[in-house]
């Protein structure tokens, strides 16, 4: 599976950034999609996933509240709406996609995902 994320950028603490990310794959529907991000010297860290099923999500809970994830699969997209950015969540994002995973399950684990993105910079100044 081919990802290609887009949207990052500079923005002010307060802003808002929407990422996407395109999936080159056949049956959309059947992946778990996932975003993750990592900060300078920091660790890649789990944002938010969805799954087809239901629109199921899960969430880190540094963004409760702000972010929100979903699907298009006419585009066979995944968006991340991320609203009142703070400085913390300047990070490379990256789109990850889940091929297998257990029913009433919405992956969150950076094992659980088998495809990845090149990541986008978001940038969020104080």
């Known amino acids: 599976v081919r990802l290609v994320e887009s949207g990052g950028g500079f923005v002010q603490a307060g802003d808002s950034l929407k990422l996407s990310c395109t999936a080159s794959v056949l049956s959309f529907d059947l992946y778990a999609m996932g975003w993750f991000r990592q900060a300078p010297g920091k660790e890649r860290e789990f944002v938010m996933a969805?799954?087809?099923?239901?629109?199921?999500?899960a969430h880190a809970d540094s963004v409760k509240g702000r972010f929100t994830i979903s699907r298009d699969p006419a585009k066979n997209a995944v968006h991340l709406q991320m609203n009142s950015l703070k400085p913390e969540d300047s990070a490379i994002y990256y789109c990850?996609?889940?091929?297998?995973?257990?029913?009433?399950?919405?992956?969150?684990?950076?094992?659980?995902?088998?495809?990845w993105g090149k990541g986008t910079q978001g940038n969020v100044s104080s």
């Open positions: 990850a996609a889940a091929g297998l995973y257990y029913d009433n399950y919405v992956p969150y684990c950076e094992n659980d995902f088998d495809s």
């Open positions: 969805i799954v087809s099923t239901a629109g199921r999500t």
